[in-house]
């Protein structure tokens, strides 16, 4: 009798400590990616040892259960920056870096148009040819390029196997504390190096794998579809739910999906590959009804139907590209076709962990995924919300159900991410899912497989494709133009969420509680102070920002701020507003910019003006080509820069522009802005020339009021170009530290050798924000104190033998 008792607590003692395990090895795979350093393999290695001999001894239930988390731990831990130090051990040489090169090998994905009438692609490379380079680096070659072919944007590849000529350039991005970082993104696709294509022509010769077949595969399924379904009026859309191509997506598409909160509706997930397998499930099991009952047993024809979903899934994830979402997507389903279907009242976390263990050992680089983040936090919000409860929920109430707990959910995510969150997304989602999933889906499966099969179905097909997506595409526009709030955390948000997730959670699924989840988002339209105010600097801080070949500065003391100049932007294709600035100042908690400077009209320093005032609330604008300005931001007044001083907090701004200067570089607004109490001076001098260098230091020999800095900073004009920065200015000014504001091997060669010679001749100490990245300036204990954003990187960014720990200034 004791024995058999004693098996279920030996049981549920193996379990947990499975549980323990799997939970650890998570955690372990995640935090790697928290770390400046990848830890030594060697060490972790010696950790997993040492916890697997202590493991074998005996110890005590807690003991046991601690020891099995740290081994995880350690286990995760190894895995992950197993797969990273390999990832990383394939670099451009610093050499090679804009050298005419020969690569060949084959296309990783389906090219499409880019910006600057270029052709995009991915390059898996097979061989490099007559490398200029010591015999045995080739082995460490990059594997994976991200390339553009400009000028061929309508035009098409000879083929899926080519011969390249190409100018490379290692992995490199804008680096800032907010918004996006192309390194990030590169990293986590695997590109070690990117550049431009020079010449391509077909290269038969080259080996073709088996991903290399399935590439040429899907290429062809890309081309059948654009010739079967190309005359759609929404063929991108047809395209991106078909076969997972979004390269035909334009602009327009992205800012009515951005802006309803829709744009996992066009990106293949588990929405849609959970749509398959409930499809294939239904149509598998309605066959299997048909057999007599004594063929086929019960538990065979769960396996059948399991089975059947799980190659319908697969089958329908190849075709969409298998690409990391769509993998993910499959793991979760073939995870909960398995709790359904073949488990026997195995808890539905289980086979959550399942998931999520099986997604980290196959993908250990998917936390750096945002997709990652939102997907498992969803399904995890559902299981806590519908576990017990499934049972009591309509169709209806269900849907609402869940998609008011999954919006919920994801908004702490999402603010994490930096991302706001449209509420008119919740109603948006309430109508577009069951569309998509009733209607839109079945008949693009259905189009897709019937045209396949019979020739000239396609007639059919596209005029159903358009209604069905037209119908989705006019409800997305109209709840588009809708103007509703991001989501923020005030305190009527705060407290709407709360109750949110009570009556979510706890509260049974009756009639109340459908009433009380509408009560609590309508509670959460009310306006309401935010809780953040803008925070309150005891002593100054600038910033200067990386935005590449820019300029974008914020000066704050106090609660005032001050941002001189808003950095580039191309329309249509970049704008540092909206990757850096406005990021950047949600994360500063900055919500009010009390004056806005724009030195001169250039577009690499008043880019996204517009967009800036429009999403920001702006006190004042003073510029130096105050016509052009006014044109992009007419609801605002707009200053010209007149020689005055002002005062933000303690810090003393003084403003001046050469007389007669109207337009160009020479018409810069600059500004000095002085601490007394530290004696520390910044210079923001704009794109000003040597001429009008001098006679800013005629303006300065004439000032008997100015009091001699301690410390002297300067941020060289015109980013280092060598039409600035002349002999006299630098011998004057003899800055402390001088800041060059740079693009990474930009083509203009900025800063020129010439100019930072001058400044290294007279000691001043140099940075550039293309390797340091942003730069902040506080004044602590009276002294100035100089920040690198490039130190405490993560260690794909600034980790040894890495583009930024090499990054020199010329």
Known sequence: MSGSLNRPVCSYGKSGSAVVGVVAFSCGVILLYWLSILPPSEWLLAAIFLLAVALSCSLSTLASRLTVFALGLFLGLFWASWHAGDRLSTVLPASLEGERLSVSGYLCDIPSPGSFNSLRFSLCVTHWHNLPIEAGQEARMPGLLRLAWYGRGSQYLPGARLRLDVALKRPHGTLNPAGFRYEDWLFRKGYRATGSVRNVRLDTTVDCSLHCQYRRLHLSLERWTREQFGSAKHFPLVASLLIG?????????????????????????????????????????????????????????????????????????????????????????????????????????????????????????????????????????????????????????????????????????????????????????????????????????????????????????????????????????????????????????????????????????????????????????????????????????????????????????????????????????????????????????????????ISHADSDHAGGVAELTQKIEVGQVIAGEPVAVRQQVADLPVSGCKRSNQKLGGLILEFWQGKGATEGNDASCVLRIYHPESGTEWLLPGDITDQMEARYLAYLADREDLQAPVTRVLVAPHHGSKTSSSEAWVRALKPDQVIYTAGYRHRYGHPHPTVTARYAAIGAVSFNTACSGSIVMTIEDNRLVLKEMRHGTPFWIGGPGLARDQCKIP
């Open 245 to 597: 191509h979004r390269g035909h997506m334009e602009q327009n598409h992205w800012d009515v999906l951005k802006a309803t909160g829709t744009i996992h509706l066009v990106a293949i997930s588990g929405l849609h590959l959970g749509l398959v397998a409930l499809g294939a499930g239904v149509v598998c099991r309605r066959l299997l009804l048909v057999w007599p009952a004594r063929w086929v047993s019960d538990e065979a024809r769960r396996g059948i139907v399991f089975s059947s979903i799980v190659i319908c899934c697969l089958v329908y994830a190849l075709a969409a590209g298998f690409t990391v979402p769509t993998r993910r997507a499959l793991i979760m389903v073939i995870a909960g076709g398995w709790l359904i279907l073949l488990s026997r009242q195995a808890p539905v976390w289980q086979a959550f962990l399942a998931a999520l263990t099986a997604v980290l050992v196959l993908d250990p680089f998917a936390p750096l995924d945002q997709g990652f983040w939102l997907s498992f936090t969803a399904v995890a919000v559902l299981i806590a919300v519908f576990s017990a409860r499934l049972a009591g929920t309509g169709p209806a109430s269900g849907l609402v159900i869940a998609q008011l707990a999954v919006f919920g959910g994801l908004w702490p995510i999402l603010e994490v991410f930096g991302q706001g969150q449209p509420l008119v997304g919740l109603l948006t989602n309430l109508v577009a899912i069951p569309w998509v999933s009733l209607v839109v889906m079945p008949v693009l499966v259905t189009g897709g497989l019937v045209t396949a099969v019979v020739p000239g179905a396609d007639q059919v097909f596209v005029p159903m494709f358009d209604w069905a997506l037209g119908v989705l595409w006019h409800v997305l526009k109209w709840f588009s133009e809708w103007q509703s709030p991001d989501i923020e955390a005030s305190l009527a948000e705060v407290v709407g969420w709360g109750l949110l997730a009570v009556t979510l959670v706890f509260v049974p699924f009756t009639g109340f509680r459908l009433v009380a989840a509408l009560l609590a988002v309508f509670w959460l339209m009310v306006p309401g102070q935010a809780l953040m105010k803008t925070p309150y600097l005891r002593t100054p801080e600038i910033r200067v920002w990386d935005v590449g070949q820019g300029l974008s500065v914020l000066i704050r003391h106090g609660d005032e701020a001050l941002v001189y100049d808003t950095g580039p932007a191309v329309p249509g294709v970049f704008s540092a507003v909206e990757s850096t600035l406005l990021p950047n100042l949600a994360a500063e908690g900055i919500r009010r910019i009390n004056t806005l400077v």
